[in-house]
């Protein structure tokens, strides 16, 4: 079994959740709840493994508050 840590951020135009895998081409996908959303990512990146092991361009570091005056 294999864990991503995909990034997840709400879209105010569409009202969708977005997600994607930092660095693991091609590992988005979107939908209208969070479920939905998780079915969706873990189908996408099921299917990019069927080619082999990714390449990953980056790594997921962390998040950082930044505050500006």
Same mark, same amino acid.
């Given at each position: %079994?294999?864990?991503?840590?995909?990034? @997840?951020?709400?879209?105010?135009e569409?009202?969708?959740? !977005?997600?994607? !895998?930092?660095?693991?081409?091609?590992?988005? #996908?979107?939908?209208?709840?969070? &479920?939905?959303?998780?079915?969706?990512?873990?189908? @996408? +990146?099921a %299917?990019?493994?069927? &080619?082999?092991?990714? $390449? %990953? &361009? #980056?790594?997921? @570091?962390?998040? $950082?508050? +930044?505050v !500006? #005056?």
């Open positions: %079994m294999r864990r991503y840590t995909a990034v @997840v951020e709400h879209c105010q569409t009202q969708l959740y !977005v997600g994607y !895998v930092p660095g693991f081409a091609g590992a988005h #996908a979107q939908g209208e709840t969070l &479920d939905e959303l998780a079915r969706n990512l873990q189908e @996408v +990146v %299917m990019l493994l069927e &080619d082999g092991e990714p $390449q %990953m &361009d #980056a790594e997921f @570091v962390g998040t $950082q508050c +930044v !500006v #005056a």
